[in-house]
């Protein structure tokens, strides 16, 4: 029972290099959707998906694209990375989507941290 | 998130102390989540809270939802070092989920 998995758990980039976090999960969700964590702002979204083939800009979205083609993954890419984009990013799902409603409770992955040099 | 904000930023306790980390919302709750962080891992999701004046516990922490204030808190009794760690307030805005800057919370044994 694998939950969210986020891979890599760190990584190092230099300014202008592209990279791709990967999150995966396994508990046929319909919502999932990205965070960064940075220190004194907390968690801020990027961007969500209510299901397959949907996809909608969250609170911080400009940097990031996103793609949803299957229920399973949602990947998260940096076109040409910045040392603004140094952060921890969070994947997290819910059954369906969006969060707030009954047991339809956000189940996080355990982050991605990311370096731009 | 600017809509929730989270007091105080960070709370140092001796073990067996009680505490109260508090959480307010700019705009109308329709519901409020706790999580927390352990440092350097994933958000564990604590309780969630849905009615002004709902109350929920587990183990030795309490949540309480002030609905007329936009107002949650969150209460340790006798606190443990497995306490510590960061504590996040989430609410939902314009159907996704919004959190709170945390509070840092350390318990010295």
């Known amino acids: 029972n694998a939950g969210v998995t986020q891979t890599p758990k760190f990584q190092v980039l230099k300014t202008g290099q592209s990279m791709t976090l990967q999150c995966a999960q396994d508990m046929n969700h319909e919502y999932m959707s990205w965070y960064r964590q940075d220190p004194g702002m907390g968690l801020r979204l990027i961007h969500y998906s209510v299901g397959a083939g949907i996809t909608d800009q969250g609170e911080v979205p400009n940097g990031y694209n996103v793609s949803r083609s299957t229920t399973e993954d949602f990947p998260l890419r940096l076109l040409s990375a910045a040392p603004s984009q140094t952060s921890v990013y969070f994947c997290a799902s819910s059954i369906r989507g969006p969060p707030g409603s009954g047991a339809n409770v956000l189940t996080f992955g355990a982050g991605s941290r990311l370096t731009v040099l | 998130s600017q809509e929730l904000e989270q007091s105080p930023q960070s709370l140092i306790v001796q073990e067996g102390k009680n505490l109260t980390i508090n959480c307010t919302s700019s705009?109308?709750?329709?519901?409020l989540y706790w999580y927390k962080q352990k440092y350097g891992e994933g958000l564990i999701f604590l309780m969630m809270?849905?009615?002004?004046?709902e109350e929920k516990s587990h183990e030795k922490i309490t949540a309480k939802l002030d609905e007329k204030k936009q107002q949650s808190s969150l209460h340790i009794t006798a606190s443990q070092p497995s306490h510590a760690g960061i504590y996040l307030c989430g609410a939902v805005y314009n159907n996704d989920m919004r959190f709170g800057a945390g509070t840092r919370l350390t318990v010295k044994p």
């Open positions: 809270l849905q009615k002004g004046g």
């Open positions: 705009k109308t709750l329709y519901g």
